[in-house]
């Protein structure tokens, strides 16, 4: 028999990670109620079955994941969690998203009283595309076996400590890393910009620093059309870190500044800090 | 006749740029009243002649360098100001200091007004040693001259535009990328040890950031024992930086976070957080 996987939602990664498991051999069922029209189209493409109710999807599912912007987490969780008690009380529940730990300890104390399963997990890399995945699934919780199986359906599961909360801490530390660098990148660039030295500050560059510029070059593009997404999560690195040593309040700006871009995107090239940004990835390529 | 240079202070860079113009055939005067013992020192070793008062000081120089943590640039350009318009107005004054565009437009205003010669300066790179310098030295003003000619005392001094504030904006973008950068890196380091996942985060960055995690690793070991001297200049990116964006904010963020660390270098191994990021660091080269 088919191993079933139940994913909410179907935006990029959970329709990668569905099609992911399809292709190795999983059937991966959904519920779609209320959700936008681009994830309908990803659901079909990624041939993830459709259901009617979460009842039903629990009933027929073995494990659940919840693939989200971090904000709807915590909501998805409590939607849940009375079916799978109701339903079907073996479904292990998997937090996918990038939310700090004390969001996700949070969410697994009220599935630990009802005597559930949950694990904590940790999504780093790209949305798996067909025949081929280099992301990393980092779980954390008492009983990891059910999530750990997915590693024979094409994920590559890694297991962490017992405590829900150590997947989420490692994924907000490395994303603290990458996309935390990208937000003071993309404040520098502007800045050098608005004050008419991104000549030579990109000559310095290269210069001094040759490598994290190739960095910034190759990643600050792909970054643009994701702004948006990043807001809540740059939200959850704030709560992650200790808010008394200025960590909290970098990443607090972070957010503020992730939002704006993605207004300045909405804009499109009618925006001169996109603009700015895009002279500045076509000046170090050559393009210009 | 040799060229006579002042510097004030001497902190590691005043009294590393000295040496360096000292060697190249350069004479350096400056001013001690209310210096560290710790700069007096520095003078001595680099063969600075120490004389009594501004005036004379300014009476014997032909170019005037201010070489200060960012907090205290404008409060030495308003010490000497009065003094190059009493006792030579033809004395350059060069504000080295790494300062916003903001900071530095206001004083060369103040200089302009009497007529007196005004350069902005941004150092990028350390404090040269004797017999190298791999430190430029990039100015913006309306007559660069008298600061050009020190490239023929083993300084590398380039000239941007014309504008004061092009040259500290090409600083506070740089230092933005590095400093900023290990600001951030500090604060996950710390986030990752408080959570127990150091060990699973370097194998992360190992297998999927290589090029940002040595960078770290090369740096921010040299950081701790400078982070006091930071705080300004963070201080300095916040305000240089478009204030309702976010980018602002983490600028604010990254000088509280300095503050924090350079408090607890104070404690030195009695600092559990001083501790953690020995033992990152540690990790990383295989020495643990």
Redesign the interface.
């Known amino acids: 028999m088919k191993k079933t996987i139940a994913i909410v939602g179907m935006g990029e990664m959970g329709a990668g990670v569905a099609a992911r498991l399809i292709e190795n051999g999983a059937e991966v069922i959904t519920v779609l109620s209320g959700r936008s029209a681009a994830s309908v189209a990803r659901a079909q493409r990624a041939d993830v079955r459709v259901v009617p109710t979460d009842a039903e999807m629990i009933e027929q599912a073995e494990a659940f994941l919840s693939i989200l912007p971090p904000a709807k987490a915590a909501e998805l969780a409590d939607r849940i969690r009375p079916v799978i008690q109701t339903a079907k009380p073996s479904v292990v529940y998997v937090d996918c998203n990038a939310v700090a ?1 004390e969001t996700v300890t949070a969410m697994a104390a009220k599935f630990s009283t009802l005597g559930l399963p949950f694990v904590d997990a940790g999504i ?2 790209p949305p798996p595309k067909p025949g081929t995945s280099v992301t ?1 699934f ?1 779980a954390s919780g008492g009983d990891l076996t059910g999530f750990l199986e997915l590693n024979s359906y094409g994920l590559d599961v ?1 297991a ?2 017992s405590a829900p ?2 997947a989420s ?2 994924k ?3 994303a ?3 996309k ?2 990208q ?10 910009n ?4 991104t000549e ?2 990109l000559n ?2 290269r210069t ?2 040759p ?2 510029l ?3 070059v190759s990643e600050l593009p792909r970054m643009v059309p994701k702004a948006h997404r990043w807001v809540g999560e740059m939200e959850e690195i704030s709560l ?3 808010s ?17 871009v993605a207004a300045d995107n909405e804009l499109g090239s009618d925006s001169p800090r996109i603009k700015a940004l895009d002279q500045f990835f076509a000046q170090e390529k050559g393009d210009v």
Do not use: C, D
Request: hydrophobic share 45%; glycine share 14%; proline share 2%.
């Open positions: 730990p780093i890399g990393r980092y890694r962490l400590g909360g150590e801490a490692l907000m530390s490395y603290g890393i990458t935390g660098f937000a003071l990148a993309t404040s520098m660039v502007l800045g050098a608005e004050h008419h030295v030579a500050f310095e560059l001094s620093q490598g994290l190739k960095w910034i992650f870190l200790n008394e040593r200025g960590s909290s309040e970098m990443f607090a700006g972070a957010a503020k500044l992730y939002e704006a």
